[in-house]
C-alpha cells in the first residue's frame, strides 16, 4: 500500500504554477529567461496598505482572529459587496479565507462528493476540475470556442445540466482567454439556471476590476437577485491591490454554507494571516483611484501585445476584454518542425518549444482545457513583452514545413 492517499492520484500539480516555477529555475542557473507565466499584477501594493499593515504589528495585531475574518474586514466585505455590486450580506454571510483559491476550495470540498457534477465552462482556471476530483466529484467541461468569445452560451449550458448537477462555476473576467459577460449575458443563462434549482452558481469575481474599453462588470447575484440564495460570490484583493502573496480572499452566500465552509476552515488554515487582514481591510476601504490608472496600463499593453501577436504568422490572438492575459491560437503552427527536427503536434510542443529554443515561458491551452492555445499573461514591462513577441516571432519563423 502507497504512503500517499490514492485521492492525490486524482489530481495534477497546477500547471500555471509549475510553469512559473520552471521559469524561475532557469532564471536562477543563470539562463535569459523571459517569463510570462505569473498571474499577478506587476505592481507594488499601495503605500497606504503596507503602512496599515506596520501600524497593526505596532499594535501587536498579530494574534489569532475569529476564523472567519476579524468583524472590521467582514463588515468591509459586506460594505464592498453592497458599494460595488448592489448585493446585501450580512456578516454571517461572508467569509474570509487564505486567498480565493482557498474560498473555492472549501467550497466545494464541502458541498461536493461521489455522484456530484460540476459544469465548467472551457477555458477555465487550471485549479476548478481539480478541485472538484479531490471533492470526489465529476468536473464536466464544456467548451467556450473563441467564435463565441470564449464565452459559455444558455443552450450549451442547458445540456450539460443533469440531474446530478449541483454547480457551475463562472469565472469573469476569464483567466486565460480575459473574456467579460455583459449583463445581457449573466441574464440569459440566469433564465436556463432559474429552471434548474438544483444547481448553484459559483461565480468567481477576482478580476472584477481589471475591465476593458470601458465595459461595466456584473455578477451573477446582482443581475439575476433570485439566484442569489444559491450563488456564491467569490472576490479577494489579490488582483486589483497587487496584494497576492498577502493571500486574502472573501465570498458571500447563504449563511448555511458559510457556516460550513466555516466549519471545514477552524480544521484546516484556521482564521487567515491576522495582518494579512489588516492590509485588506486598508485596501477595501482606502483610497480606490489607482485601480483605473492601472488598468488602463494594462489596457495599452493589451492592445500592444494583441497586434505584435497576430502580426507573427501561424498564430491567431482574440483581444481579451479583461484580466491580464492574452489566450493566442497556435493551430498554424501544429504539424511543423523544429529546427532538432521534433515536430509541433499540440499546444504543449509547442510551448516546450519556446522554452527550449527562446527560454520564453509560457502555458499551454491544454492546461485550461481549450487546445490549441498558449497563454501569455502581460503583467509585466512593455520592454520584457516586446523582448517575448521577439522570441515567439523568432521561434515561430524557425519552424519548418
Known amino acids: 500500500m502507497s504512503f500517499i492517499a490514492d485521492r492525490l492520484n486524482r ?31 506587476d505592481f507594488d501594493t499601495p503605500p497606504n496598505v503596507v503602512e496599515a499593515v506596520v501600524r497593526a504589528m505596532a499594535a501587536s495585531k498579530t494574534k489569532y482572529t475569529d476564523i472567519g475574518g476579524t468583524p472590521e474586514l467582514k463588515a468591509a466585505v459586506c460594505d464592498k459587496f453592497l458599494r460595488e455590486n448592489q448585493l446585501t450580506y450580512s456578516t454571517s ?31 477555465f482556471y487550471v485549479s476548478y476540475p481539480d478541485i472538484v476530483l479531490l471533492a470526489g466529484g465529476t468536473p464536466v467541461p464544456v467548451l467556450c470556442p473563441p467564435e463565441k468569445g470564449f464565452k459559455l452560451q444558455p443552450e450549451d449550458l442547458e445540456r450539460a445540466i443533469t440531474p446530478r448537477t449541483r454547480w457551475l462555476v463562472l469565472n469573469a473576467p476569464n483567466n486565460p482567454s480575459g473574456a467579460v459577460y455583459s449583463r445581457q449575458e449573466l441574464r440569459a443563462l440566469a433564465d436556463v439556471l432559474i429552471r434548474h434549482p438544483h444547481v448553484w452558481v459559483l461565480s468567481d469575481d477576482i478580476y472584477e476590476h481589471v475591465l476593458f474599453d470601458g465595459r461595466e462588470f456584473c ?14 460570490t467569490v472576490n479577494g484583493v489579490s488582483k486589483a ?3 497576492t502573496g ?69 498564430v491567431t490572438c482574440h483581444s481579451p476584454e479583461g484580466a491580464f492575459y492574452v489566450f493566442p491560437s497556435c493551430a498554424g503552427l501544429l504539424g511543423k518542425k523544429a529546427p532538432d527536427g521534433r515536430v509541433i503536434k499540440t499546444d504543449e510542443d509547442f510551448v516546450l518549444y519556446l522554452l527550449d529554443a527562446e527560454k520564453l515561458a509560457g502555458v499551454h491551452g491544454a492546461a485550461y482545457g481549450c487546445a490549441p492555445f498558449f497563454r501569455f499573461s502581460f503583467a509585466t514591462s512593455m520592454a520584457v513583452l516586446d523582448e517575448g513577441c521577439a522570441r515567439l516571432k523568432r521561434a515561430c519563423e524557425r519552424l519548418m514545413n
Open 241 to 243: 491591490y497587487a496584494m
Open 11 to 41: 489530481i495534477k500539480p497546477s500547471p500555471s504554477s509549475m510553469a512559473t516555477q520552471r521559469a524561475r529555475a532557469l532564471k536562477a542557473a543563470g539562463h535569459d529567461v523571459v517569463g510570462l507565466t505569473a498571474g499577478e499584477p
Open 93 to 123: 454571510e461572508v467569509i474570509v479565507g487564505t486567498g480565493g483559491k482557498q474560498v473555492i476550495f472549501n467550497a466545494l470540498m464541502a458541498t461536493v462528493q461521489k455522484g456530484v457534477e460540476v459544469i465548467v465552462p472551457a477555458p
Open 219 to 232: 455578477t451573477m447575484a446582482q443581475v439575476a437577485p433570485e439566484l442569489k440564495e444559491r450563488t456564491l
Open 246 to 314: 498577502w493571500r486574502i480572499g472573501y465570498c458571500g452566500a447563504p449563511a448555511e454554507l458559510i457556516k460550513a465552509i466555516t466549519k471545514l476552515q477552524s480544521q484546516s488554515t484556521s482564521n487567515p494571516s491576522s495582518i494579512g487582514q489588516a492590509a485588506a481591510l486598508e485596501a477595501l476601504t482606502g483610497p480606490q483611484g489607482f485601480i483605473a490608472e492601472r488598468t488602463k496600463i494594462f489596457q495599452d499593453r493589451r492592445d500592444a501585445v494583441v497586434a505584435q501577436l497576430n502580426a507573427i504568422p501561424g
